[in-house]
Structure formats: C-alpha cells, structure tokens
C-alpha cells in the first residue's frame, strides 16, 4: 500500500521514496533505517522504517523531522538461466499457477515477499523437481481461490488441453485451497483427459520454512507421472510431513480452516497415497482412469446460473422463490439427513421444477447418500420432480448440475446425466470403510 | 579479582550484553496455551521437514541444499491441552499476547528506553528446528535507554519481546526432538551496546538487569534466563559467548577470553614469522598404523569403514600444544571444531608419542610425509567420510590460526572457559509476519505504566528491612524469592504480629517444607494469615507455626490440626500455678542458687508445659517467683 495524503506530503516534501535510507528526528528519539511500503493495517500517522537489525518499527510522525541519507537502489537482479536438465528419458509435466503461491522468493533487504511464477523462479526455489520431470511452469491467472468463478475454470481447462495436446504427459495446477475441491470436480466433467491432472497448494504460505507446499508439490510431481489419469487433489495426509493422499476431485472437500491434512475423501478413501516418492494405490478393487484409457477432450459448456442452497430450521420460502423469480438454471440443494426439506419450503420447490427449474438433492451430512424413500417429506419432493443425488457431494452436484445445464436445457436430460455417474462422483455402494470414523 | 591481570583500557577490551528473560504471563506470546514446561509424557508426536526458503539474491548449492535438506527433519512431542495447533505450526499464530507488551514496557520504563510507536512482528528465519515455523517471531518493543553502574551509565541499545524455540529432548532415529511446552513462552531480549570495558562492569551490569527484570512478572529458576556476552579486544575479533549462568563467574570468562585471544594473535605473528602454512591435502596413512599398540586407534579402526587420516602443518611445531586457555590448548580448539563433525577427537604432533602410539610410529609418519623437524601432522581416526569432514574443518581453523582470532560464537563452561559452538550468524534474515497485525502502543499506554512502577529488588530491600524491623538477611531473602509482597499482604492483615516470625517462617520454614517434599503450593495467603492469626490471637504458642503449616500442605485445615496435635496454649492461670508447684518442690535449689536456679527450673517447666506455654512467658513468671523468694 502507497503513503497518502498527510503521510504522501511529509515524504515528498523531503524528496523521499520508499527504498531510501532515512534520519527521522522526535523529541529525545532517533532513527535510521529504510523507508519500507506501508502495511495496510498500520496506523494512519506511521511510517515504516526496517533499522539496521532487519526489525521493522512504525514510527508516529508528529513531531518528526526526515531527513535523507541516501537513495535508494533498485536491486538489479541477474540470475542465471535454470539448466533444466531436458531428457527425452523424462516425462513432460506442466505446472498451471492459478494464485497463491508454490514458490516463494524472499528479498531479505525489504522483508518483501516474491511468489514464483516464472519457470526459472519455480525451478530456483525448488530445484529438486527437474530431477524427476521436464517441468514446464506457467502462471495462467493470480486471483485467491475464493474469487474463483466458472469463467476461470474455463480458462484452466482450455488451457489443461492446450498443454496435453502439446505434449504434456501430466498436469499440475497450483490452487487456492479454500474452493480447490469446486475446481477440481467442475474440471473433472469438462476435460476428459489421457493423463493425470492433479491440484495442489498449501496450508502454510511458501515463505516459511515449514511451509507444506514443496512436499505437496514433490507429490503432485509424483502423481502427475503416475498412471492416475483423473483430476485429483494431491495434499498431505497427515500433520506429518511423511506422505500425500490423492484424493478423486470430485469426492474431496477441505474439512479444517488450517490443518495441513484439511482434504478429506468423502463417501471413499483417498485413491493413492504418496510417500518417498512413491504412488501406491490404497485399495486395488477401487477403479481408476488408466493413463490413455480415454481420449482427451474439452467441453467448456456451462449454465449461467446454478443455486446451492443449505436448508436449516427456520429458513424462508423466499430463498428458494428468488431463485425462480431470477430465472436460474438449476438448484442444489444441501438438505438434512437422508435429503430434506421443511414443509415451509415444498410449495417454493414444487414452484421451481414446474417451471422447468431442475432441483437436485445432496444431503448436508456429507457422509453417506439421499435416501427420499424413507420420509414422507422425501416422497413428496419426489413427486414434484425432484431428485436425489445419492452419496454425490454438494460442491460437486453444484459443478454437475452446471455442466449437465450447459449440455441441454430439457430438465430430463439433465436429471439423466445428472443420475449418471460421469467421473467417479457417485456410486451404486457404499463401503463400511468410508467414514471418519473407522 | 583485586588486580587486574591485563591492563583492558590498553587491549581496547569491548564487551555487550544479550539477556534473554522468560516473562510470566498468563498465557503464550501468541496463542492462550499455559505459559509453563510440562513432564508429563508427550501425548502426541509430529515428525516435519524444514526447507530454508531462498533469498533473492542467493544463490543454491544443490548438493550442499539436499544435504541439509536430509538433516532438517523433526519429531516434535505436543499435548492435547498443554499445547495446540499454533505451537504445531497448524494454525495461525493468535493476536500478540497484550500482558507480556505490558510487562515489557514496565521494563522499558525501567532501563529509561523509548517505546516504538508501532509494533512490528518479525519472522526470523531460523531452521535448526527449535520453530516448528521455521522462524522464530520476533519484535523491537523499545530503543534507547540506560543503566545506571557504579562504573557509569551503560547503553541499552533495544528490547526485543519475541517467543522463545521450543525444548531440544534428544535425538531419535536420526532425527532432533523437539518439545512444544516451551515454544511461544514470551522472552524479553536485553541487548546493551558494547560500551563496557572491565570485566567487573558486566558483572555489575548483568546484575543490575537482573534487579530490573525481577521486579517485575518474570520467571525464575533454572533455564528462565540466558545470558550472552559479547567480547572484543583491538587486535582481536567479536566472539559471542552464550550461556552463561552464573554472573560470578563473568568476569573469569572475560578475562580467559581475553587471554586466549592474545594468545591467538601471538600465535598468529609467530606463525607468519616463521612462514607456517597449511597445506590442504588429506592423506590416508592406515596401513603405516594398521598393527600400532594404540588402544584408541585400534578401537576406531574396529569401526565400519574406518580410516586414519592425517593433514600437515608446516611450521606449526610446537604451537598446537601451546596453552590459549587454562588446560585448553591451540590444539584443543582444532579438536572442538572437528568434533562438530562427529569424530571424538584428533592427535597433534605436540603431543606425541602418547596414547599408545610411539616414537617409533610418529617418526614413521613423519618419513612418510615427508615433514622437517618444525612441521606438524594431524591425525584422525573414524569411519571415513567423518574423518575426511572432520579434517576439513580443522584445516579451515588451523588456517584462520594464521590470521589470528575467527569470529565465532562459543558456549560458557563452567570452568570460566568457552568452547566453539558455530560460527557467527550472518545479518538476521528477516521479514514480516503477515499474520500478526502491528501493535500501535499508544502514548497513553506507555505513560500509564511508567507512572505507576514496580520498585527495584534493592529499594524494596531496603525499605521492607527498616519498615518491618527485620534482619537484613531476612529482608534479603523475602526479596530474593519473591515473596516480599506475600509478607506485606499477611503483614497487612495482621498488623499486630511479629513481622519477625512471619518473615521467617516464610523464608526458612516454608523452604524446608519444600525440600522435604511438601506441597507449598496449598499454602496461598489467605492460609498462611489463618496460621500465623493463631499466634495473633494468642491461640497457639508461636513455636507450633510448622507443624500446622505442614498439615496445611496435607490439606488439614489450621483448625483441625490445632485440635489433633493438642496444640492449644495453656492459660495463663495454669502456667503460674504448675510453676508455683514446681518452685514449691525446689525451693532448696533456689535458697542456694538464687537466680542461678533459672536455667533448671525453666526446663523443668517447659517439659511439663510440653510445648504448649509460650517461653517467654513461663521465663518470665519464673524470674518472678524466684525474685518473689529471695527477697523475702
């Protein structure tokens, strides 16, 4: 953040600019150090020096006086060209950045804090991973992940298949972690792909020393060369830095605020784990897209407009009607227990499919499937067109359904493909073994 | 010391100091976990990975960078209460701990220094493990201020409020232990300038501090306070030397460090007069040792892969035995910077033919490489790449030898010596914690706090000593272990007892309780006023205090322990009666006596009183009825 205003004249008017080694003068003080950019919560009157010691403190500039020691120099950085270290005995990996950061580069003189995004800066801050691929980085866009929308999943798949079509044997995209589990199920039903597509990111910024983002990465290198050919999401799998889970992108959901094992699988165990650089698959009767099992395709088709709507005691007809009355193409919703809804809400619903609204029910258990059998309030969502999605995640039935009204705009037809099981999002059965509480 | 050994204003001796101070507050610098160690057994272990994360400009040795990414693994022991998510690096760090600001600008108000006027936290990249983040959070609470010494006013250049590493238990499988119980425990870090310049003036300034730091919420005992201390003379080189515990033995430090670096610079002049070098060839000499006597060599060579390597120093003879330090030698330095290496030790020409090896096998080495009469050799035995790594480093000591004095940061002993620790720390890698909002510490804050100080451990001494009529030991102590203001509460509350008794109970009695197991921790102040208002009231006889104390510790109230141990005074009419029966039957005793009769009437008494008649009362109804018989 710039100075401004008061803060803006008091520097100017000494010729100062950030970078300079200054003199400020109070009563009974001193200090010299350089004039470093503002922080965006610091105090209004304060300007930030870094002391000699590295410290930075923020000093009130009533009273002061500033004085210029010298100029500040732009640092003029020469590295190297990173040797790449190119064989055809490797496998070609590209690295989509999408936001956050993989790699960090710390400029100790201002404490700023560089993201790699370039290749060679990807490569210099971990330059371990061209012993194991030809890696080809990219920076497509660099939003948080929360500020995701369709339009940038778009540009990721385009993107995805421009890269496969060019040669790469797999793929990896750093993510945000917060929506990378939308991302990666949406990616999931818009790209069939011959070779595995694997998100990644961390838990802890790449600017620290803990950071969890180099063992992700390494692991993402490590899945991204495997015969996995499916959108998964590579993260730790434990608090330990000892190995990964891939989890199928569109079973995974981020379950903590800050853990570094925050992806969980729902409704199925992670497919893989990774560790010393090895993928071993968790359980052998799980089926998987192989490596060049199908053949890459892309289709970007999405609806404009998809609602996910959580029920909850006391909740109002009228969410559901704005979404009538604002024409949406679908509505997800994440019902309680086996797929539920207040009798407050049925004629609102019943309004939404008889004008053609598709209506999909998920269950805001998470674990296990709908079930609207069971209840009588099931059965007459039912019989007002309404349908459940089994033991499909809400994330990813929201993703679904704004593909599956991409596609068409016959509420059958989209109720079809919404009930066919595309990308491993939904099964026929569910194991004892899928839950937290084995 | 009453005379200096070195004239210091000469030498040009600078000396700083660092002291680090574990406050105690509540709870952590930067998340509400207890602020304590803990020995219960660890409840949770973490094992992690730490990567130094690259600077601009720096530049990556791959093979040195994967090396130390091998080494750079953790176990770390967590508790499910005791410790949480932040100390294991799974949450971000909560909001500054507001407490230990305020006690550190009580310290700043003491020591006269500035407080900033914003708070910056900082991330000090720090790798070796003791931070599960990979740096230590760190900030410049307040900037120049002052001490006064009888040797003048000192500098005190900044206070830091930072958290301290966690607690390094040991090694397993390869891997650093660490203990999440100490990460986060807010340390205050007291840097002066390097403007002292005699030995006793550190002492004095190390003191002074410690006065300061006790006045206010810090911790004490073993472990809650480090001390580092910074020493140059003119000729020589900064050398930090930490750890030192015990500010007598301050100024022994400094002036062995001062002898050894004069020594060093000697040896250094001799050395380039003489046009020593050193030569950086590794030479295996095995098998000219393979059937030597050595018990020590046989032994390494029994190891795996083990090798006996030996380097040359030309023109070093005669000076890798030479004294630097009290019973450590030139020699004994090359042996402290190959041990970081991981071998046990080395053997020098100087010192040879011992350990085994004879004349006849040193001059055989000495053929072998081809070494005159003033050259030197090195040996050492241990599985190869050891002993290759180990010769490495010696080379690179025996050539700084050349130069003088390397600066370096070394450990106190405590002999009064220092050994090598690692080299000095380059400028601090730092950079800001995004997580943390800065602090603006308002002027009103500060103003608040400095109008309403603690009083320094020496004022409150002195003026609890003449206040409260005490001995100045007793004053002493009451002040030392922090429990002067225990006493003045129970004082407060009791006016009319003994300042006497109650200060010694709570300085010796207590201290014995302790040592002998009891639980001290039951007797809070609202106990101690229940006991010692037993001897206000006249209830008990002041000598009974410990045994109730004790049941106290036992959870047995001051009432109920008055009634089993039947420590209820006799009334006064019981006393002169039971005496005016004794005196009866010894009235022949005191006929003869006279006041002589005291002494033996007076133990007679008190063994039929059993403990329960005050002393001075039964002494003094005594002298009365012996008076009473005399002069009639």
Redesign the interface.
């Known amino acids: 953040m710039a100075y401004e205003e008061y803060l803006k004249d008091f520097l100017e008017i000494s010729n100062i600019t950030v970078g300079d080694t200054v003199k400020v003068t109070k009563p009974h003080i001193e200090h010299e150090g350089m004039l470093l950019e503002k922080p965006d919560y610091s105090n209004e009157n304060t300007i930030i020096l870094k002391l000699d010691s590295g410290y930075n403190i923020g000093i009130d500039i009533k009273d002061a006086k500033i004085e210029k020691i010298s100029e500040g120099k732009k640092p003029q950085i020469e590295l190297d060209p990173v040797d790449k270290k190119i064989s055809d005995k490797k496998k070609n990996l590209s690295i989509l950045s999408t936001g956050g950061t993989v790699a960090s580069v710390i400029d100790y003189k201002t404490g700023a804090v560089h993201p790699a995004f370039t290749a060679d800066d990807l490569l210099r801050a971990t330059p371990e991973l061209v012993d194991y691929a030809n890696i080809n980085a990219k920076a497509i866009f660099n939003i948080l992940s929360e500020n995701m929308t369709p339009e940038y999943w778009k540009k990721t798949a385009t993107t995805i298949y421009d890269e496969i079509n060019n040669g790469a044997d797999g793929i990896i995209i750093a993510h945000g972690t917060d929506t990378m589990h939308y991302t990666a199920s949406a990616l999931s039903f818009m790209i069939d792909s011959p070779v595995p597509i694997v998100l990644t990111g961390a838990q802890r910024s790449s600017d620290r020393p803990s950071s969890d983002a180099f063992t992700n990465l390494m692991a993402s290198v490590n899945a991204a060369k495997s015969d996995i050919a499916e959108v998964t999401i590579c993260m730790h799998g434990t608090e330990d830095d000892s190995y990964c889970d891939l989890h199928r992108g569109t079973r995974a959901r981020k379950m903590h605020t800050s853990r570094r094992d925050t992806f969980t699988s729902i409704n199925m165990n992670p497919l893989a784990r990774i560790e010393n650089n090895k993928v071993t698959i968790n359980d052998t009767q799980v089926k998987y897209t192989k490596r060049n099992e199908k053949e890459l395709s892309l289709n970007t088709n999405l609806a404009d407009k998809v609602a996910l709507i959580k029920m909850y005691p006391g909740i109002s007809p009228e969410i559901i009607d704005i979404y009538v009355d604002k024409n949406y193409d679908g509505i997800v919703i994440e019902g309680t227990g086996l797929g539920h809804c207040s009798d407050d809400v049925i004629t609102s619903i019943t309004r939404a499919t008889s004008e053609d609204i598709p209506v999909v029910m998920t269950s805001q258990c998470l674990f296990g499937r709908t079930n609207m059998n069971v209840y009588s309030s099931g059965r007459r969502l039912l019989q007002n067109n309404v349908i459940g999605v089994g033991d499909m995640l809400p994330e990813t039935a929201y993703t679904k359904l704004l593909w599956a009204a991409g596609q068409t705009d016959n509420v059958s037809e989209i109720y079809e493909i919404m009930k066919t099981n595309l990308k491993g999002e939904m099964d026929t059965t569910l194991s004892q073994n899928y839950f937290i509480k084995n | 010391m009453s005379e200096d050994k070195f004239n210091y204003k000469e030498l040009g001796l600078m000396m700083g100091l660092e002291i680090h101070q574990q406050l105690d507050s509540k709870t952590k610098l930067f998340c509400r976990c207890p602020n304590s160690l803990t020995d219960k057994k660890p409840e949770r272990k973490?094992?992690?990975?730490?990567?130094?994360?690259?600077?601009?400009?720096g530049e990556?040795d791959?093979a040195a960078?994967?090396e130390s990414q091998r080494n750079l693994q953790f176990v770390y022991e967590a508790y499910n209460h005791h410790t949480c998510?932040v100390e294991?690096?799974?949450?971000?760090p909560s909001p500054l701990n507001q407490e230990a600001v305020d006690i550190s600008i009580i310290l700043a108000s003491l020591m006269n220094m500035?407080v900033?006027?914003?708070?910056?936290t900082?991330?000090?990249?720090v790798?070796d493990g003791s931070n599960?983040?990979?740096?230590q959070r760190?900030?410049?609470l307040a900037?120049?201020g002052y001490v006064e010494t009888e040797y003048g006013d000192v500098t005190i250049e900044?206070l830091?409020l930072e958290e301290d590493a966690a607690r390094r238990i040991g090694e397993e499988d390869g891997k650093i232990v660490f203990r999440l119980d100490r990460l986060g425990i807010p340390l205050a870090e007291i840097t002066t300038s390097p403007d002292m310049h005699h030995p006793l003036q550190v002492k004095a300034v190390a003191y002074q501090l410690g006065q300061i730091l006790r006045s206010t919420s810090v911790k004490r005992g073993l472990g809650t306070i480090r001390q580092d201390l910074n020493i140059s003379i003119k000729e020589g080189s900064r050398i930090e030397v930490k750890g030192v515990q015990d500010l007598d033995l301050m100024p022994t430090i400094v002036e062995n460090e001062v002898q050894r670096q004069l020594n060093l610079i000697d040896i250094s002049k001799q050395l380039q007069e003489r046009g020593a070098c050193v030569e950086e060839e590794i030479i295996d000499v095995t098998k000219y040792l393979e059937n030597t006597e050595s018990k020590v060599i046989q032994n390494s060579l029994a190891k795996e892969n083990s090798c006996i390597l030996a380097i040359k120093l030309r023109k070093f003879n005669g000076l890798i035995g030479r004294e630097i330090q009290p019973g450590k030698r030139l020699g004994t330095e090359f042996s402290e910077h190959g041990k970081k290496m991981g071998v046990s030790g080395l053997f020098h020409t100087d010192e040879l033919p011992a350990y085994g090896i004879v004349q006849e096998e040193v001059d055989t080495l000495r053929d072998i490489l081809e070494l005159d009469e003033d050259d030197a050799f090195i040996l050492v035995a241990e599985e190869k790449t050891k002993a290759h790594n180990a010769l490495l480093e010696i080379i690179k000591r025996a050539k700084q030898s050349l130069e003088g004095v390397p600066e370096e940061t070394r450990r106190a002993q405590d002999d009064g010596n220092t050994q090598y620790l690692r080299p000095l720390p380059t400028?601090?890698?730092?950079?800001?914690e995004?997580d943390i909002?800065?602090e603006?510490i308002e002027k009103e804050r500060v103003k608040k706090i400095a109008s309403n100080l603690p009083e320094l451990p020496v004022v409150k001494k002195e003026r609890i000593e003449k206040e409260y009529k005490l001995s100045e030991d007793l004053a002493k102590q009451l002040v030392q272990r922090n429990r002067a203001d225990l006493f003045e509460e129970i004082k407060k509350e009791l006016p009319s007892m003994d300042s006497v008794k109650i200060a010694s109970d709570i300085v010796y009695t207590i201290k014995d309780l302790k040592r002998d197991g009891y639980d001290i921790t039951k007797l809070t102040k609202d106990a101690l006023v229940e006991v010692f208002s037993l001897v206000d009231n006249d209830v008990i006889p002041a000598a009974e205090t410990e045994v109730i104390l004790k049941d106290v510790c036992n959870d047995i109230s001051p009432r109920d322990s008055v009634k089993n141990n039947n420590l209820e005074k006799l009334s006064d009419d019981i006393i002169v009666d039971t005496i005016k029966e004794i005196i009866e039957e010894n009235k022949n005793m005191i006929e003869q006596r006279k006041m002589g009769a005291m002494g033996p009437l007076m133990g007679k008494a008190m063994a039929k009183f059993k403990g329960k008649a005050d002393g001075q009362t039964v002494s003094n109804v005594i002298k009365d009825e012996i008076l009473n018989i005399i002069n009639n």
């Open positions: 973490i094992f992690r990975r730490l990567r130094p994360t690259q600077s601009e400009l990556i791959r960078y994967e998510l294991a690096d799974e949450e971000p500035k900033v006027d914003e708070f910056h900082m991330r000090k990249q790798i599960t983040s990979g740096f760190t900030g410049i900037t120049d900044t830091g400028a601090s890698r730092m950079y800001v995004t909002p800065t603006i």
